[in-house]
């Protein structure tokens, strides 16, 4: 699922790289716009029914019924998401002063129905296990997003070509994973939904906030005195850094679900460790982000070209920001196994008051400046007390050492990153050479266990071919 996941950063890079040149930055602002308002509608309605859907699906006896509830219920859901949307286009155009916003905001509301129905069909994917399926509808998706939207612009229809493409990948997606999920859209609901409520609301209402949270940046610049510009050159920074993020949306379903079994078989001590581990494997993250902070100048004026060179101090911070969200994203996870799912609704909840008040004190003074840092300052302080729920809980840490050799690995590939200058194709060497010296610098400091090396070696071409001959003798 991940490496499925990561063809949205590789195929948003390209698309991105591609539409800030022909949309230019008051175009692609306004893209960047219309897509947040968009987005949403689209993660309100999965977020109510995606973790209640995993749940009940995987624990039915036979999943039919259940499946064929859910799938109603996005359709129902998706619908009135898009009404709503359409209604609004106007008045939320007048709003932030963009009369051209309404009608890219009329277009998105025919993509809610659309993406609602593809969303529950992969939620149901997922509760039966069939991650296979599940990857590969993301990877149709993403690669038909590139495609169409690199077509459609291409012939002339702008930013609306920009949203149609992204319609017609969701339309793509939902084709695929109607071959796997062969319910009836249309009929009466016979399964009870006060289920699916219950449990929605919480984790809804929760999931609603950060993802209102994340786009916090976007619409506060803008409603404070921001130009649509500005709006653009913080869109761009904020898609180069959400590859932390998709790490956590892929390990999140997979961690909710395996620790939920681990508890519910009485293996305590396992799955403390798999909570303990997930946290470690976010400090492994923090050199990696400090190489992409050390690059950005050079990592934003190659892809977005260099009228976008201003998103480059935002890029450097964000992407910290973004890293500190994936400890969060483990720490709600945790919570929401040990039974304790309201702490993800509450830390939203502070995230987004704390999240307005700090980028009303910064942004007035420090533009889109401020406006990554206020983000960043909250999703670090969320991380934070998410460490200190998880130790209530578990009685657990992130581990001390590996928190040590991050930080001193993070500050000699800042120093290697910024001191190596590179552009272009030499931009992918210098990025691939840090990383590798990265992964070596941990292996030097002994951070990798025997058994961690033994099996990453299995997934070398060379072990593959040797394990059949050894067992054999």
């Not at 749940?55 to 999943?63: E, I, L, S, T």
């Not at 009466?188 to 949270?213: C, N």
Request: proline share 5%; charged share 10%.
């Amino acid at each position: 699922m991940f490496l499925a996941g990561l063809l949205l950063p590789l195929t948003g890079l390209i698309t991105a790289a591609f539409l800030t040149r022909r949309l230019g930055a008051d175009g692609y602002g306004l893209l960047v716009l219309s897509t947040t308002l968009f987005v949403w509608v689209e993660l309100t309605i999965n977020a109510f029914f995606s973790r209640a859907t995993i749940r009940f699906v995987g624990a039915a006896a036979d999943w039919h019924p259940v499946g064929t509830t859910v799938i109603r219920l996005h359709a129902l859901a998706g619908v009135v998401g898009g009404l709503l949307l359409g209604l609004l286009a106007f008045p939320l155009a007048w709003l932030f002063h963009e009369p051209p916003l309404a009608p890219y905001l009329a277009l998105y509301a025919l993509h809610v129905p659309i993406s609602s129905l593809s969303q529950g069909h992969q939620n149901i994917l997922i509760g039966r296990g069939s991650f296979r399926q599940k990857a590969m509808s993301n990877a149709g998706r993403w690669i038909a997003r590139l495609g169409l939207i690199l077509l459609l612009v291409e012939m002339g229809l702008s930013v609306p070509g920009a949203i149609l493409g992204s319609l017609g990948a969701a339309a793509v997606e939902l084709a695929i994973t109607r071959r796997y999920i062969k319910l009836p859209l249309f009929g009466h609901i016979a399964v009870p939904t006060r289920p699916f409520y219950d449990l929605g609301i919480v984790l809804g209402s929760s999931a609603l906030l950060i993802q209102i949270f994340s786009s916090l940046g976007v619409v506060m610049l803008k409603t404070l005195g921001g130009t649509i510009e500005e709006v653009g050159i913080y869109g761009a920074a904020q898609n180069l850094s959400i590859l932390p993020g998709l790490l956590g949306l892929s390990l999140s379903p997979l961690l909710l679900s395996t620790v939920s079994r681990l508890l519910s078989e009485g293996k305590i001590a396992h799955a403390k460790d798999m909570g303990q581990g997930a946290m470690r494997m976010v400090l492994g993250l923090l050199p990696f982000g400090a190489l992409v902070a050390g690059s950005a100048r050079e990592i934003v004026t190659w892809v977005f070209g260099s009228s976008f060179e201003p998103a480059a101090p935002l890029l450097a911070i964000l992407i910290l920001g973004a890293i500190a969200f994936v400890m969060v994203s483990v720490a709600s996870v945790i919570a929401t196994a040990s039974g304790v799912p309201r702490f993800a609704l509450y830390l939203s909840v502070f995230s987004v008051l704390f999240g307005t008040i700090a980028n009303y004190a910064l942004i007035p003074s420090f533009g889109a400046f401020g406006a990554a840092t206020a983000t960043t300052l909250c999703q670090t302080i969320g991380a934070a007390v998410s460490v200190g729920v998880v130790y209530r809980l578990w009685s657990i840490v992130p581990p001390i050492g590996t928190l040590l050799r991050s930080m001193i690995i993070s500050v000699l590939a800042y120093a290697l990153a910024v001191v190596w200058p590179a552009s272009g194709l030499w931009l992918l060497v210098k990025l691939a050479s840090v990383g590798v010296a990265i992964l070596l610098a941990y292996l030097a400091l002994r951070e990798f266990s025997p058994e961690e090396i033994s099996q990453a070696r299995s997934f070398l071409p060379g072990s593959l071919l040797l394990s059949a001959p050894e067992q054999k003798r």
